[in-house]
């Protein structure tokens, strides 16, 4: 019987409802494959690009298998779980080392065939390169708006004060 951890991250709190979106579309997924959910693992607040055994999260997840109580790891998209390309290699190897069986819901990728590892350490560069241009984007609109004496966070830096928009 294959005893599954669904894996939930956010990495802030304003994303609420995409906790409940991953939650149910989990489920729904262990459902029809009759899977039987042991755990659900919820991070919030946490980035991608922390390595996923240094998670809180990641930590119960290991504890789980270690113990022998699950041998699946379900996520509803490779960014919920890794925005770190060599992180996610090394934690997919970490998986195949323990026999422990890893599905992503929004596609059908099987990553113990050489296409499959293929495929996915493609996806797993998309995604960070996707994290390092967001990254870099936020800090040009913030360096942007501090160079124009603009309003770039709720309390304003220290000598100046807040009128409308500008300091």
Do not use: H
């Amino acid at each position: 019987m294959v005893k599954a951890v669904i894996y939930i991250r956010v990495s802030t709190s304003r994303q609420d409802n995409s906790e409940d979106l991953q939650e149910k579309k989990c489920l729904a997924f262990c459902e029809s494959q009759g899977y039987d959910v042991v755990d659900i693992i919820v991070d919030s607040d946490v980035s991608g690009s922390k390595k996923f055994w240094t998670r809180k999260g990641g930590c119960k997840i290991r504890k789980l298998i270690d113990s022998g109580k699950v041998n699946q790891v379900v996520a509803l998209k490779l960014d919920r779980m890794f925005r770190s390309t060599s992180d996610g290699l090394i934690t997919i190897d970490d998986f195949q080392k323990l026999d422990i069986g890893f599905s992503l819901i929004d596609m059908n990728l099987d990553t113990r065939t050489p296409s499959g590892r293929m495929i996915l350490s493609v996806l797993l560069a998309f995604s960070e390169f996707e994290r390092n241009t967001i990254r870099e984007r936020i800090t040009s609109v913030l360096r942007n708006k501090r160079e124009n004496m603009e309003v770039y966070s709720g309390n304003p830096p220290f000598g100046l004060k807040k009128v409308g928009n500008k300091l």
